[in-house]
């Protein structure tokens, strides 16, 4: 199922990825800098925490789609395995 997002929301997910771009070339040049491990460390806390937040709203989108094409006659068993398997999946890398 591919992802359909209402505009305002995938203008959201794109500024919220390309702040992320931004703080992990940042953590790279800290690296390159060889600056102190705790503040990086801080650094690849708040990028794993806004990849989270942005995996959170895909997500949210995604069981929206699915369910509501679930909803509107579409009985297959398949749409609510798949909505599924996706969450675990996701639930698993956090």
């Known amino acids: ?41 801080i650094q690849v806390a708040a990028v794993r925490s806004a990849m989270n937040s942005v995996g959170g709203l ?5 069981m929206k789609d699915c369910l509501k094409s679930y909803l509107d006659g579409n009985t297959e068993d398949e749409i609510l395995d798949n909505l599924v398997d996706i969450m675990i999946k996701y639930t698993k890398q956090n």
């Open 1 to 41: 199922m591919r992802l359909i997002l209402r505009t305002d929301d995938k203008e959201a997910i794109i500024k919220r990825l390309r702040r992320i771009e931004g703080q992990v070339k940042g953590i790279q040049k800290m690296v390159e800098e060889e600056k102190d491990c705790g503040d990086i460390l």
């Open 58 to 62: 895909i997500l949210e989108n995604y």
